[in-house]
Nanobody, 126 residues
């Protein structure tokens, strides 16, 4: 079992920045961030493998940066140039054990994680 605890969400004006954090109860192979806005499907935002390989969703490339602490159990998402379309519940996700299709990881679909956090709300106002 893996527990994921997110923090760092909040309200910010367009153009601003926020940093999300996610603490995992143990080291896992892959961690990432997803988001879901009301009425929309869950979207892969960014992912990071244990050895530092990163993936980004097209809508956040160049604005968001994913990173992890040296202990490999704390994941961050540094979000800059936020706009109202970034408003959503952001979820930390992880893969530990089992098997997954590499194509799901490559495409940041929501099929690669097998653990999810409770979510943290990000609201961007114009």
């Amino acid at each position: 079992q893996v527990q994921l605890v997110e923090s760092g969400g909040g309200s910010v004006q367009a153009g601003g920045s926020l940093r999300l954090s996610c603490v995992a109860s143990k080291i896992v192979a892959y961690m990432g961030w997803f988001r879901q806005a009301p009425g929309k499907e869950r979207e892969g935002v960014a992912g990071m493998s244990y050895d530092g390989l990163t993936k980004y969703g097209n809508s956040v490339k160049g604005r968001f940066t994913i990173s992890q602490d040296n202990d490999k159990t704390t994941l961050y998402l540094h979000m800059t140039s936020l706009n109202v379309e970034d408003t959503a519940m952001y979820y930390c996700a992880a893969r530990s054990g089992g098997s997954m299709y590499s194509r799901d990881w490559e495409a940041l679909t929501d099929r690669w994680p097998n653990y999810w956090g409770q979510g943290t709300q990000v609201t961007v106002s114009s």
